[in-house]
Every structure is written in structure tokens, then in C-alpha cells.
């Protein structure tokens, strides 16, 4: 069974501070990554999304890394900003029995402090 | 708006009664998914369409959860007789693109379900 792991369960940073969110995956045979934001009570926002072929996406100021062989993947968040507070969560995309589908973290809910 | 739509954003029900939830995905798109999440926890696989046919359905998937796509357009999901436990929110996402793999899943605003 695949799982999808990410620690911390949450993150208090001051304004300005660059950050990492971690997530790490058990089994290799991922076809991609996509990472997501989450506000309190809403739906998830495509944040990047890197391919198993690839190693990073950039896009502003994120920055996503896979490493396949170790099961890791970081999101690299720069010059963070009030606005950043919600939670991360990152999903694998796996082959099941009839589809592709995701399997996500349980996300690192994250405060940036004016 | 081109993204999911999700209707209602919020429904709040006794328990026993039926509801029913409904899904516009991405026109283009003919992959459908349906996830539930609750407090504190990850989005958890519920069932996928493509195009108008239910190719799988997860074990957390009970008898009493009916999910249709009538024309590979929009979805519906239908749980009878329900429980507190079903109290969560249920999102719904779609993909595209000719790859099965490399597109990118988008999400809707969800629908949160509470059961008194």
C-alpha cells in the first residue's frame, strides 16, 4: 500500500523567512507529484506538479524537487508572506486497480508571522 | 469560471436522510474523481470515471454511497441513510489530457456534509 508522509504536522515561520516542507513516499513506482495548498474550509489549489521524469518545477517563488530513489520530495517556499498560511499537502500519483489516482499526506499546516 | 464546481458548499443533515452532491468538472476534462477528507487528514480516494463509466470504487465506498456520471458531463454523488460518520467534506477533481499519467489533477471548493 502506498503512503504518503509529511512532517511537520505544522510550521510557524516569521515574515520574510524561506521554508521547506518535507513529504516522503514508500513506494517508487509514483508517476507524478503534485503538490496542493488548503485554506480552512476550502477546496485544494494546484500548487506545481513535477513528473517522475523530472526533478524539479519552479513557479514564482516555489520550488518543487523529486528524488524517486530516496522517495522525497521538498517544496521550497521563498520570501515567505502572510498570505502563505494554509496547509501543504503533497499526493502521489499511483496506479490502482482501474485509474491513476492520488494518495496525499495528511499536509504541514504552515503560519507565517507578520 | 473554467474550474471545478462543486454544489452545495455546504449541507447539513439528519441522520438517516439522503443526500446528494454534484460535480461540474473542466469541460474538457474525462477523468473524474471523488475524494473525502476530514479533520486534520489527507484527501482519501472514494471513485474515478472515465468518460461516463465507474472504473473503480475504494473499499471506503459502502453500500450506501451511489456515484453516477450520465454523459461523461457532470457527476453526482448520492449517500443514503446517512451517518455521523459520513460527515466530512467531499471533494471532487478531474483530469485531462491524452496521458493517463502526466496531467495535472484540479480540485473544486468541495461539499461539507455534516450529519446531526
Known amino acids: 500500500k502506498q503512503e504518503v508522509t509529511q512532517i511537520p504536522a505544522a510550521l510557524s515561520v516569521p515574515e520574510g523567512e524561506n521554508l521547506v516542507l518535507n513529504c516522503s513516499f514508500t513506494d517508487s513506482a509514483i508517476y507524478n507529484l503534485q503538490w496542493f495548498r488548503q485554506d480552512p474550509g476550502k477546496g485544494l489549489t494546484s500548487l506545481l506538479l513535477i513528473q517522475s521524469s523530472q526533478r524539479e518545477q519552479t513557479s514564482g517563488r516555489l520550488n518543487a524537487s523529486l528524488d524517486k530513489s530516496s522517495g522525497r520530495s521538498t517544496l521550497y517556499i521563498a520570501a515567505s508572506q502572510p498570505g502563505d498560511s494554509a496547509t501543504y499537502l503533497c499526493?502521489?500519483?499511483?496506479?490502482?486497480?482501474?485509474?491513476?489516482?492520488?494518495?496525499f499526506g495528511k499536509g504541514t499546516k504552515l503560519s507565517v508571522i507578520p | 469560471d473554467t474550474g471545478v464546481s462543486q454544489d452545495p458548499r455546504h449541507k447539513i443533515t439528519k441522520r438517516g436522510q439522503n443526500v446528494t452532491f454534484r460535480c461540474d468538472p473542466i469541460?474538457?476534462?474525462?477523468?473524474l474523481y471523488w475524494y473525502r477528507q476530514t479533520l486534520g487528514q489527507g484527501p482519501e480516494f472514494l471513485t474515478y470515471f472515465q468518460n461516463e463509466a465507474q472504473l473503480e470504487k475504494s473499499r471506503l465506498l459502502s453500500d450506501r454511497f451511489s456515484a453516477e456520471r450520465p454523459k461523461g458531463s457532470f457527476s453526482t454523488l448520492e449517500i443514503q441513510r446517512t451517518e455521523q460518520g459520513d460527515s466530512a467534506m467531499y471533494l471532487c477533481?478531474?483530469?485531462?489530457?491524452?496521458?493517463?499519467?502526466?496531467?495535472?489533477?484540479?480540485f473544486g471548493q468541495g461539499t461539507r456534509l455534516t450529519v446531526v
Open positions: 477533481a478531474s483530469r485531462g489530457g491524452q496521458s493517463r499519467s502526466n496531467t495535472e489533477a484540479f
Open positions: 469541460s474538457e476534462h474525462n477523468r
Open positions: 499526493a502521489g500519483l499511483y496506479s490502482g486497480a482501474g485509474s491513476y489516482q492520488l494518495t
